[in-house]
């Protein structure tokens, strides 16, 4: 089975400049997730969908982040215009369902350095 | 609000030796709890969960966890590390009626001698 799959994986940019990253969930997951981890910390979730729709972008800084999920497959996060703290791994992740017992599978993450 | 505490940021235990990562929650109602792994450059692998059905969990690569109500614990153990252990480990809780999405803690890193 494959597993989550995001690109790129790495990806340098200058302050002020827009990126955009892409996840390819596991087949037939219907929860998307995208998290934030900053160097040191733990990740921190971003926004999560179920099928296309949002479920919780609370602590999506909407004036410079935005994400998508057309089809219900796969997804986009961009960074516009990105900030010398927007530094960190972006991690995708899927699951069958939103349940609280269900696991999620994570990407490798692409790693993101602002400069 | 629900949170995790993982005390220690870095373990150094030596090969062969007793694993302890700690970890504790808040919630005001029980919640499911999470232990991943992530190796460099790579993303978060689930290393065992508790989901209220027994206290010992036991998970991959020879890891458990107990989870003890109340001490609010979810510590994670192994009782020989091998070098292959070395990794960052997170604990994580789900948020009650709120989805499947985690909350982690900061993480401990392990470092294994030999």
């Known amino acids: 089975e494959a597993g989550v799959a995001q690109s790129p994986r790495y990806k340098i940019i200058e302050k002020r400049q827009s990126v955009a990253f892409w996840c390819n969930p596991i087949?037939?997951?219907?929860?998307l997730y995208w998290y934030q981890q900053i160097l040191g910390q733990g990740p921190k979730l971003l926004i999560q969908?179920?099928?296309?729709?949002?479920?919780?972008d609370s602590q999506l800084p909407k004036d410079r982040f935005s994400a998508e999920r057309l089809k219900g497959v796969d997804s986009t996060l961009k960074i516009q215009p990105a900030k010398l703290e927007d530094s960190a791994v972006y991690l995708c992740a899927s699951s069958f369902s939103d349940a609280m017992n269900t696991e999620a599978f994570f990407g490798q993450g692409t790693r993101l350095t602002v400069v | 609000a629900q949170s995790v505490t993982q005390l220690g940021s870095h373990v150094s235990v030596s090969e062969g030796a007793l694993v302890l990562l700690r970890c504790n929650y808040s919630?005001?109602?029980?919640?499911?709890l999470f232990w991943y792994v992530q190796y460099p450059n790579q993303g978060l692998q689930l290393l065992l969960k508790?989901?209220?059905?027994?206290?010992l969990v036991k998970g991959i690569n020879g890891f458990e966890a107990e989870f003890k109500k109340s001490e609010t614990s979810f510590h994670l153990t192994k009782p020989s590390a091998h070098m292959s252990d070395a990794a960052e480990y997170f604990c994580a809780v789900s948020r009650y009626n709120q989805g499947g999405k985690l909350i982690f803690g900061q993480g401990t890193e392990l470092s294994v001698k030999p």
């Open positions: 508790y989901t209220s059905a027994a206290t």
């Open positions: 969908f179920q099928n296309n729709g949002v479920v919780d």
């Open positions: 087949s037939g997951h219907a929860t």
């Open positions: 919630s005001s109602v029980p919640p499911y």
